[in-house]
T-cell receptor, first 115, second 111 residues
Framework: AQSVTQLDSQVPVFEEAPVELRCNYS??????LFWYVQYPNQGLQLLLK??????LVKGINGFEAEFNKSQTSFHLRKPSVHISDTAEYFC?????????????FGGGTRVLVKP | DSGVTQTPKHLITATGQRVTLRCSPR?????VYWYQQSLDQGLQFLIQ???????AKGNILERFSAQQFPDLHSELNLSSLELGDSALYFC??????????FGQGTRLTVV
């Protein structure tokens, strides 16, 4: 079984400041890792994913994340946020091999960007 | 636009009733997943279908059922509805193990 913990439920940040959203996971098997964003009244949109290779992954909208296997973490960062980045962000994992390919999500982190 | 279409967008119904949520996956995607998003439980996996067959089951109540039809669209049936079933229900589809695309969701309100 897998579990995902997002350490901050809410993160207020000023426009043009950097932001880091923390994600830790637990799994007895190897997993793929994902970050999704949910804008108000919208569905989930994939920001980035880690499958293999370089541990620094770049995604859309200037976001990047770093996979740390020893710390079982996959923290998301953006060097300079915009008002439009106000949204809820979800970290998720999926086992390499499983009967189903279900995603296990963290509880989400609400980012509020202030002018 | 993810290419995954869910209908209806909003649904208000009374306790004890039955509703059907519909999902059309992206063209060519054989896998369909259903998730429930609620304030107290967060995003929970309900069930997955692959090319018409049930592939995996999560925390889906016995009052809930789903199916995937030959044209690959899927329906989630929720019966004997309770107030606690009020939530956002997402459908996702994928063609591979590595990425799932989500619809806009159906917001169900049980009154």
């Amino acid at each position: 079984a897998q579990s995902v913990t997002q350490l901050d439920s809410q993160v207020p940040v000023f426009e043009e400041a950097p932001v880091e959203l923390r994600c830790n996971y637990s799994s007895s098997v190897s997993v793929y890792l994902f970050w999704y964003v949910q804008y108000p009244n919208q569905g989930l949109q994939l920001l980035l994913k880690y499958l293999s290779g370089s541990t620094l992954v770049k995604g859309i909208n200037g976001f990047e994340a770093e996979f740390n296997k020893s710390q079982t973490s996959f923290h998301l960062r953006k060097p300079s946020v915009h008002i439009s980045d106000t949204a809820e962000y979800f970290c998720a994992v999926r086992p390499f091999k499983a009967a189903g390919n279900k995603l296990t999500f963290g509880g989400g982190t609400r980012v509020l960007v202030k002018p | 636009d993810s290419g995954v279409t869910q209908t209806p967008k909003h649904l208000i119904t009374a306790t004890g009733q039955r509703v059907t949520l519909r999902c059309s996956p992206r063209s060519g995607d054989l896998s369909v997943y259903w998730y429930q998003q609620s304030l107290d439980q967060g995003l929970q996996f309900l069930i997955q279908y692959y090319n018409g067959e049930e592939r995996a089951k999560g925390n889906i109540l016995e009052r809930f059922s789903a199916q995937q039809f030959p044209d690959l669209h899927s329906e989630l049936n929720l019966s004997s509805l309770e107030l606690g079933d009020s939530a956002l229900y997402f459908c996702a589809s994928s063609a591979s193990n590595t990425e799932a695309f989500f619809g806009q969701g159906t917001r169900l309100t049980v009154v």
